[in-house]
Protein backbone atom coordinates (compact mmCIF):
# COMPACT_ATOMS: atom_id res chain seq x y z
CA UNK A 1 0.00 0.00 0.00
CA UNK A 2 0.88 3.14 -1.03
CA UNK A 3 2.41 5.26 1.87
CA UNK A 4 -0.27 8.31 3.15
CA UNK A 5 0.79 12.21 2.08
CA UNK A 6 -0.16 14.89 3.28
CA UNK A 7 -0.13 18.20 0.66
CA UNK A 8 -1.62 21.67 0.39
CA UNK A 9 -4.94 22.04 -1.14
CA UNK A 10 -3.55 24.47 -3.15
CA UNK A 11 -1.22 22.32 -4.80
CA UNK A 12 -3.65 19.67 -5.31
CA UNK A 13 -6.15 21.46 -6.51
CA UNK A 14 -7.79 17.78 -7.99
CA UNK A 15 -8.63 17.50 -4.46
CA UNK A 16 -11.35 20.50 -3.96
CA UNK A 17 -14.24 18.94 -5.36
CA UNK A 18 -13.87 15.73 -2.89
CA UNK A 19 -12.91 18.04 0.05
CA UNK A 20 -15.78 20.56 -0.65
CA UNK A 21 -18.81 17.52 -0.87
CA UNK A 22 -17.15 16.01 2.54
CA UNK A 23 -17.96 19.82 3.92
CA UNK A 24 -21.04 20.19 2.80
CA UNK A 25 -22.46 16.80 3.34
CA UNK A 26 -21.14 16.98 7.39
CA UNK A 27 -21.52 20.84 8.13
CA UNK A 28 -22.96 23.07 5.07
CA UNK A 29 -25.84 20.97 3.80
CA UNK A 30 -28.16 21.46 6.90
CA UNK A 31 -27.35 24.97 7.15
CA UNK A 32 -28.75 25.75 3.16
CA UNK A 33 -25.35 26.67 1.52
CA UNK A 34 -25.07 25.80 -1.86
CA UNK A 35 -22.04 23.69 -2.85
CA UNK A 36 -20.83 26.20 -5.35
CA UNK A 37 -20.50 28.83 -2.42
CA UNK A 38 -17.81 26.50 -0.36
CA UNK A 39 -16.58 25.29 -3.75
CA UNK A 40 -15.47 28.93 -4.56
CA UNK A 41 -14.19 29.21 -0.83
CA UNK A 42 -11.88 26.83 -1.35
CA UNK A 43 -10.58 27.74 -4.15
CA UNK A 44 -9.16 30.68 -3.35
CA UNK A 45 -7.19 28.54 -0.48
CA UNK A 46 -3.23 29.84 -0.24
CA UNK A 47 -0.51 27.37 -0.37
CA UNK A 48 1.34 29.37 2.34
CA UNK A 49 -1.37 31.99 4.20
CA UNK A 50 -4.50 31.75 5.77
CA UNK A 51 -6.72 30.29 4.23
CA UNK A 52 -4.89 27.02 3.75
CA UNK A 53 -6.29 23.56 3.57
CA UNK A 54 -3.88 20.34 3.84
CA UNK A 55 -5.10 16.76 2.57
CA UNK A 56 -4.21 13.53 3.56
CA UNK A 57 -3.92 10.98 0.54
CA UNK A 58 -2.24 8.11 -1.21
CA UNK A 59 -1.32 8.93 -4.41
CA UNK A 60 -4.67 10.30 -6.16
CA UNK A 61 -6.50 8.83 -3.37
CA UNK A 62 -8.26 11.16 -0.95
CA UNK A 63 -8.09 9.92 2.44
CA UNK A 64 -8.58 13.39 4.73
CA UNK A 65 -8.65 16.85 5.21
CA UNK A 66 -8.49 19.79 7.57
CA UNK A 67 -8.18 23.83 7.07
CA UNK A 68 -6.52 26.61 8.87
CA UNK A 69 -9.03 29.49 8.14
CA UNK A 70 -9.29 33.12 10.45
CA UNK A 71 -12.38 32.09 11.81
CA UNK A 72 -14.95 29.38 12.40
CA UNK A 73 -17.32 30.44 15.04
CA UNK A 74 -18.92 33.86 13.93
CA UNK A 75 -20.03 33.93 18.24
CA UNK A 76 -15.87 34.05 19.01
CA UNK A 77 -14.42 36.58 16.35
CA UNK A 78 -11.69 37.40 19.02
CA UNK A 79 -9.86 33.80 18.85
CA UNK A 80 -7.98 32.91 15.56
CA UNK A 81 -6.76 30.78 13.65
CA UNK A 82 -8.90 27.69 13.53
CA UNK A 83 -8.26 24.73 13.18
CA UNK A 84 -12.02 23.34 11.05
CA UNK A 85 -13.07 20.77 8.50
CA UNK A 86 -11.24 18.30 9.85
CA UNK A 87 -12.20 15.06 7.98
CA UNK A 88 -11.54 11.75 7.37
CA UNK A 89 -13.18 9.12 5.20
CA UNK A 90 -15.00 6.68 7.51
CA UNK A 91 -12.61 3.69 6.18
CA UNK A 92 -9.75 5.30 7.39
CA UNK A 93 -11.08 6.21 10.99
CA UNK A 94 -9.16 5.26 14.23
CA UNK A 95 -5.88 5.18 12.04
CA UNK A 96 -3.79 8.22 13.54
CA UNK A 97 -4.84 10.17 10.02
CA UNK A 98 -7.39 12.72 12.32
CA UNK A 99 -3.96 13.79 14.52
CA UNK A 100 -1.58 14.01 11.69
CA UNK A 101 -3.85 16.61 9.89
CA UNK A 102 -4.21 18.36 13.38
CA UNK A 103 -0.45 18.09 13.89
CA UNK A 104 0.18 19.47 9.79
CA UNK A 105 -2.15 22.54 10.68
CA UNK A 106 -0.61 23.46 14.07
CA UNK A 107 2.78 23.28 11.69
CA UNK A 108 1.51 25.21 9.31
CA UNK A 109 -0.12 27.47 12.00
CA UNK A 110 3.39 28.21 13.97
CA UNK A 111 5.55 28.74 10.77
CA UNK A 112 2.69 31.63 10.00
CA UNK A 113 4.36 32.67 13.16
CA UNK A 114 0.83 31.84 15.21
CA UNK A 115 1.04 30.63 18.57
CA UNK A 116 -2.00 29.18 19.04
CA UNK A 117 -5.13 27.34 17.22
CA UNK A 118 -8.48 27.04 18.40
CA UNK A 119 -11.22 24.75 16.66
CA UNK A 120 -15.24 24.29 17.74
CA UNK A 121 -16.74 21.16 17.68
CA UNK A 122 -20.06 19.37 19.56
CA UNK A 123 -19.91 18.22 23.36
CA UNK A 124 -19.60 14.63 22.15
CA UNK A 125 -16.30 15.26 20.48
CA UNK A 126 -14.60 16.73 23.41
CA UNK A 127 -12.78 13.25 25.16
CA UNK A 128 -11.36 12.71 21.33
CA UNK A 129 -9.98 16.31 21.65
CA UNK A 130 -9.14 16.28 25.26
CA UNK A 131 -6.62 13.58 24.69
CA UNK A 132 -5.13 14.86 22.26
CA UNK A 133 -4.08 17.66 24.19
CA UNK A 134 -6.90 20.63 23.67
CA UNK A 135 -7.93 22.62 26.17
CA UNK A 136 -11.34 23.63 26.20
CA UNK A 137 -11.92 27.28 27.14
CA UNK A 138 -15.58 27.55 26.77
CA UNK A 139 -18.34 25.52 26.82
CA UNK A 140 -21.89 25.58 25.02
CA UNK A 141 -21.10 27.94 22.75
CA UNK A 142 -23.82 29.66 20.25
CA UNK A 143 -26.65 28.26 18.85
CA UNK A 144 -25.11 24.36 18.35
CA UNK A 145 -23.75 24.76 22.00
CA UNK A 146 -20.02 23.80 20.65
CA UNK A 147 -17.14 23.37 22.89
CA UNK A 148 -14.49 26.03 22.05
CA UNK A 149 -10.88 24.17 22.41
CA UNK A 150 -7.46 25.74 22.14
CA UNK A 151 -3.74 24.10 21.61
CA UNK A 152 -0.32 25.83 21.64
CA UNK A 153 2.09 25.52 18.13
CA UNK A 154 4.96 25.96 20.12
CA UNK A 155 5.58 28.86 17.96
CA UNK A 156 6.81 32.16 19.91
CA UNK A 157 3.89 34.97 20.05
CA UNK A 158 4.89 37.44 17.26
Not at 11 to 28: C, E, K, N, P, Y
Not at 65 to 81: N, V
Not at 93 to 119: K, M, N, P, Q, T
Not at 137 to 154: C, M, Q, S
Request: charge should be negative; aromatic fraction near 10%.
Amino acid sequence: MTELAFSSLALRSDFIGTVADRMWHAWWREAGEPLSTLLGHLREFQNDAIPLGIVAHRDDEFVGSALLIDSDLEERPQYSPWLAALWVEPEARSRGVAAALSDRILAEAAALGHDRVYLCASADKDGYYLARGWEAIERDVGEHRLTVFVKPTGASAG
